[in-house]
T-cell receptor
Framework: AQTVTQSQPEMSVQEAETVTLSCTYD???????LFWYKQPPSRQMILVIRQEAYKQQNATENRFSVNFQKAAKSFSLKISDSQLGDAAMYFC????????????FGKGTKLSVKP | GAGVSQTPSNKVTEKGKYVELRCDPISGHTALYWYRQSLGQGPEFLIYFQGTGAADDSGLPNDRFFAVRPEGSVSTLKIQRTERGDSAVYLC?????????????FGPGTRLTVT
């Protein structure tokens, strides 16, 4: 079975600085997808960034980028120029490349942004 | 257009009672997922619908949990003989496809409290 591990329950960053959230996963599959979701206090999960395992190039979305290390099964999220609105729970998630589309989530990292 | 909606937003019920949680997906989305998020945890998969049929219900914890999607749009998660351990946020997500990097759009969830 696939598992996702986030080893940092809480992180803190100064506004305008850069922070990296860690995620590791375990799988025997070769075809899969990885995601980072943001969950503010409103509870609504918002997709931040996604990565296809077959792509070597790291995904980037504006201030958000990932460091995807396939051999190490590592998928970290870097947030640059942190803003107060980035404060939230961040979840790393795995999705098999097969027809079953459910996500497998880590336990999350609570990010605080200090003004 | 409208996003995924869930009703009620909050539900308090007594142990042993029956509850129904409703999910209205984005119009036209064929894939629909239910997840359960316990306090301090990431969401855990419950059931996946492709159209009207449950393509994967392997995440349902026991036979007290049941979900339907009779017309391929709205879905109802039904919990019989509720227990205090059922207290959690129940999230619904929909997607235009059940495969690949098709984004799952989440609703705001229903917070169920069993007293």
């Amino acid at each position: 079975a696939q598992t996702v591990t986030q080893s940092q329950p809480e992180m803190s960053v100064q506004e305008a600085e850069t922070v990296t959230l860690s995620c590791t996963y375990d799988t025997s599959e070769s075809d899969y997808y990885l995601f980072w979701y943001k969950q503010p206090p409103s509870r609504q999960m918002i997709l931040v960034i996604r990565q296809e395992a077959y792509k070597q190039q790291n995904a980037t979305e504006n201030r958000f980028s990932v460091n995807f290390q396939k051999a190490a099964k590592s998928f970290s999220l870097k947030i640059s120029d942190s803003q107060l609105g980035d404060a939230a729970m961040y979840f790393c998630a795995y999705r098999s490349g097969g027809s079953q589309g459910n996500l497998i989530f880590g336990k999350g990292t609570k990010l605080s942004v200090k003004p | 257009g409208a996003g995924v909606s869930q009703t009620p937003s909050n539900k308090v019920t007594e142990k042993g009672k029956y509850v129904e949680l409703r999910c209205d997906p984005i119009s036209g989305h064929t894939a629909l997922y239910w997840y359960r998020q316990s306090l301090g945890q990431g969401p855990e998969f419950l059931i996946y619908f492709q159209g009207t049929g449950a393509a994967d219900d392997s995440g349902l914890p026991n036979d007290r949990f049941f979900a339907v999607r009779p017309e391929g749009s709205v879905s109802t998660l039904k919990i019989q003989r509720t227990e205090r351990g059922d207290s959690a946020v129940y999230l619904c997500a929909s997607s235009s496809t059940g495969q690949g990097t098709g984004e799952q759009y989440f609703g705001p969830g229903t917070r169920l409290t069993v007293t």
